[in-house]
């Protein structure tokens, strides 16, 4: 007896492990899925899974899992799954280790400055990872009934995922740097209007140092290389030859350019006055919000993708607002500013139903209205020129002109290589040689030049040696 | 060249025969010569001829002698291993061999490998295929998902060292000669003479000797090297921090709670909670109490006392005292939870002899408990340093993210930056074998030098 109940209970854990084992197949992985959609001629009721890792895990996540949602309840046979992950590079890691084991997702969520790092990675097959979002659309203006919007989509962001002609990935979350003014401080120190070049700024610090009660520092932007890139595009200078990787591969950096210098100088005499408040840490994107909230600088240079919040935090603090553009160097005329965010970008290799499907929801997530309540949201832009209408038709930017500003400032640009952004290999790596020696010149009070020449020596290394991996 | 090593191999391994057994034969010369030359070919076998290859530089030979030498002496050791069982030598060995053939085991050989099996399979699988895939690493220029790999041979290794192959060698023979000096002049002076006493300092800096020799001979940067020297010196002072911290404090706090208080388990167990915090939660509630915009400390310094606290990660001695304290808090109570256990174990009965002979507190603490807790502190010191060598990543990417300017970047977070966030597969590996060797040669040093003043009671 005793032995025929521990049988049974065997049997039983046999069963309902295989039973997991099951489930775990029919909802994980496009590719088996699709596969068995194939061969058994899909049954109605059948359900073909997209997978979509997205970069996000707070609130930018949930709005991503709502639009899913509604996507797939107007599309009953694709099932979109959204999988949040801490950072980008994180999806990257998980998307390489997939893609080696032939399970990969159907989208993955990419920033901007890995552009050329997911251009040419390849799977064990020798085929690229990525499929093109324009060839794949093939020239149709709809797709199981979701217009295309690829065409709309705002040239800023266009042109920079623009790689040989074809435009590669989805855009969705682009931003670009403005300036937000603590206006009552300002104000305090006899400045009606932001400063809007770098003189005008020092000046305004002087003004605001010289306060009775006024705040400890002046002025705060996160230590990170985009800031810098986005200082090269006002000032025309290139980051890397073959007009900055667009006309061919970038084989040289620079990073001793006159630009990178009076940029760096200029931030460098910043700090030396005691103006500009540097948090301690890199990529500080907390940090200097908080500073600002606080009370501690009057101006905060930083992404317009938090013009929502940092709106509403300043007005809820009790202080007012102001939100401008990016301070540029007022002795070389401006070029323009580039945009900096992330992509979404369709795996190669996917069977026509699921290749399908995935391309109605990718239009369909930035449709007008998508794209329009994800720009209330958040800041990011409005990415389409249809959003942006309708934006205008419901007053919104009337009602909220700071969050017009980003994109006065994009359409502000000249098209030129050098406002485009540089598409570079290592590009990661690249930008941390850029903010360790930005750290090491404002902490350790060194020669700009000086530390610019070794960052230069790292950063070519870094590159010489991506090319002999990737290149040709 | 590689011939030349060889040779010196073959040559060099009958010596270590003759050393290490009385009367040889000329069969045990001839093993010792062969295996010498085997284990020294191990490394060209696995690697090629790269390291002796047109263009590569003295260091990348001194590297390639290294390793043969340490092929060969491995070898050699093993062999005198197998020598010493023929001799019957392995008394300890030799009888547990045999009470395992005639004890209970007597069900043939393959029956322990098929219970280990599992074991092994795990150790195998997510252990040692690792651990070879990182040499393999180490000696290629890669990067996650790239099409392609480039060999450098030891390029991932010699850029991390200064380029004079010669001052490579000096530094830590001079290191080597130091000590064994020390040594000497400590066996030729009496005690209690002025001689033993300038014998012990010499002894604590030809100690340090090592660490110094190692500072040297990593490369400052500059001239396509990387700067490791700065990370090993990060290293060292917060590794060192840490255990001293975690130790020390450790120690002071068990004493103190060993004591006989009302609620004392109540508290005690509030003392070890620390440790059942994850470092990354560590690195977050310093980082909440030291941040200096939003941080606990500095505005009650603030409102309380006036003093403006300056930011921690911007000053390189701040920022590295608070990696210390962070980490340093945390192992503090597990430190404690094992320095209680131990206290129990110190002999009343000694004590109360001390007391009686007017030992004061002190002496007692210093004379009685220390040396009986001993075994512990050594057991403490390698999970000590285990800890502050791998665990302080989470913490130091929470608290100063190796701010400023690179100085709380460590060994284990130059690792990931470099191999995991920056992709750069081959330099990760390299100096994570790096580390490797580095926790290896601790913890022998440890178990030769510390072993031997550890007490565990008996006889």
């Not at chain 2, 010499?202 to 040297?216: E, T």
């Not at chain 2, 002072?237 to 208080?261: D, N, P």
């Not at chain 2, 966030?421 to 060797?437: E, M, P, T």
């Amino acid at each position: 007896m005793k032995g025929l109940l521990r049988y049974l209970v065997l049997l039983a854990v046999v069963v309902l492990v295989a039973a997991a084992c099951s489930s775990d197949d029919s909802d994980s992985g496009t590719t088996t899925t699709a596969a068995s959609t194939e061969t058994t001629a899909a049954p109605s009721g059948d359900v073909t899974t997209i997978d979509f890792w997205v970069g996000f895990t707070d609130y930018r996540l949930d709005w991503s899992k709502e639009t899913a949602a509604a996507f797939n309840a107007a599309h009953p046979e694709y099932n979109v799954q959204v999988t949040g992950f801490k950072a980008y590079n994180d999806v990257w890691d998980a998307t390489v280790l997939a893609v080696d084991s032939g399970q990969p997702p159907a989208l993955i969520h990419f920033f901007e400055a890995a552009t050329r790092q997911a251009l040419d990675a390849v799977t064990p097959d020798g085929d690229p990872y990525f499929k093109s979002v324009t060839d794949a659309v093939a020239g149709r203006t709809e797709i199981l009934g979701e217009p295309v919007i690829l065409d709309s989509v705002i040239s800023a962001a266009r042109n920079y995922y623009t790689v040989n002609g074809s435009f590669y990935s989805m855009p969705w979350n682009t931003s670009s740097t403005v300036m937000f003014s603590n206006m009552d401080m300002l104000k305090a120190a006899g400045i009606t209007e932001p400063p809007a070049t770098w003189a005008e700024v020092t000046a305004a610090c002087d003004a605001i140092a010289a306060l009775a009660d006024g705040p400890s520092s002046c002025i705060t932007w996160p230590n990170h290389s985009w800031f810098v890139e986005q200082s090269l595009g006002q000032q025309g200078e290139l980051l890397a030859n073959a007009d900055n990787g667009r006309t061919g591969r970038a084989t040289e950096v620079y990073l001793e350019s006159p630009g990178m210098l009076a940029y760096l100088e200029w931030w460098k005499s910043l700090s030396d006055a005691g103006h500009y408040l540097y948090t301690g840490v890199q990529r500080d994107w907390d940090g200097t919000t908080a500073a600002f909230y606080a009370g501690d600088v009057a101006m905060l240079i930083y992404s317009s993708s938090d013009t929502t919040a940092i709106n509403e935090t300043g007005t809820e603090s009790g202080f007012e607002v102001a939100t401008t553009f990016m301070p540029r160097n007022g002795d070389v005329d401006y070029v323009g500013n580039l945009i900096g965010g992330a992509t979404i970008w369709m795996l190669g290799g996917l069977d026509q139903v699921t290749e399908d499907g995935t391309l109605a929801f990718l239009n369909f997530f930035s449709n007008p209205e998508n794209a329009a309540a994800w720009h209330q949201l958040t800041g990011y832009e409005a990415i389409t020129t249809e959003a942006i209408d309708l934006l205008v038709s419901e007053g919104f930017y009337d009602e909220n002109p700071a969050n017009k500003v980003a994109s006065d400032q994009l359409a502000a640009a000249k098209n030129t290589p050098a406002s485009l952004g540089a598409l570079l290999g290592n590009f990661v790596g690249i930008r941390d040689v850029i903010t360790i020696a930005i750290e090491d010149i404002l902490v350790n009070d060194l020669d700009v030049a000086t530390r610019m020449a070794l960052a230069q020596e790292e950063a070519q290394k870094s590159l010489d040696e991506y090319e002999s991996l990737f290149g040709g | 060249m590689l011939i030349l090593g060889l040779v010196i191999a073959a040559v060099l391994g009958p010596l270590y025969v003759w050393q290490n057994n009385d009367n040889p034969t000329v069969k045990r010369y001839g093993i010792g010569s062969a295996v010498a030359v085997l284990g020294a070919a191990a490394t060209p076998l696995a690697m090629g001829r790269c390291a002796f290859e047109e263009g590569s530089s003295g260091v990348d030979h001194l590297l390639a002698y290294s390793l043969m030498a340490g092929g060969a002496w491995l070898g050699l050791i093993v062999l005198q291993f197998l020598f010493d069982r023929v001799d019957g030598k392995a008394a300890e060995g030799a009888a547990m061999a045999g009470e395992i053939r005639t004890g209970g085991f007597r069900m043939g050989w393959w029956v322990p490998w098929v219970l280990l099996s599992p074991t092994l399979i795990i150790l195998i699988v997510f252990l040692y295929l690792p651990a070879i895939q990182t040499f393999t690493l180490s000696t290629k220029l890669t990067r996650l998902g790239a099409p392609k790999s480039v060999d450098v041979c030891f390029g991932n290794f010699t850029e991390l060292l200064i380029t004079d192959p010669w001052k490579l060698v000096a530094y830590p023979l001079l290191a080597v000669a130091a000590i064994y000096g020390a040594r000497f002049w400590l066996h030729h002076s009496s005690p209690n003479t002025w001689s033993r006493k300038g014998a012990d300092v010499a002894s604590v800096f030809a100690m340090l000797s090592i660490f110094v020799a190692l500072y040297a001979m990593f490369s400052p940067g500059g001239g396509g090297q990387v700067a490791y020297r700065p990370v090993y010196l990060n290293t060292v002072i917060i590794t060192l921090g840490i255990v001293a911290f975690g130790m020390i404090g450790g120690l002071a706090v068990a004493y103190l709670a060993f004591r006989k208080i009302r609620g004392a388990t109540v508290y005690r167990t509030f003392l070890i909670w620390p440790y059942a915090i994850s470092p990354a939660v560590a690195g977050v509630l310093f980082f909440m109490i030291f941040d200096p915009t939003a941080g606990i400390f500095t505005h009650l310094m603030d409102s309380w006392f006036g003093i403006d606290v300056p930011n921690y990660r911007e000053n390189a001695v701040l920022a590295q005292a608070s990696i210390i304290l962070a980490s340093g808090w945390k192992i503090l109570g597990y430190n404690i939870l094992f320095y209680l256990a131990g206290l129990q174990t110190v002999s009343l009965d000694q004590i109360e002899a001390a007391v009686l002979d007017g030992a004061s507190t002190w002496q007692r603490f210093t004379k009685i408990v220390l040396p009986a807790l001993s075994p512990i502190t050594f057991f403490l010191l390698v999970t000590n340093l285990v800890y502050a060598f791998f665990e302080v990543y989470a913490t130091i990417d929470f608290m100063t993210k190796g701010a400023p300017a690179g100085k709380t970047s460590v060994a284990i977070y130059e690792i990931i930056r470099i191999g995991v966030k920056n992709g750069d597969l081959g330099r990760g590996a390299a100096q994570s074998v790096l580390l490797f060797v580095a926790v290896i040669a601790i913890t022998l040093w440890q178990f030769r030098s510390t072993g031997e003043r550890v007490t565990y009671g008996g006889a």
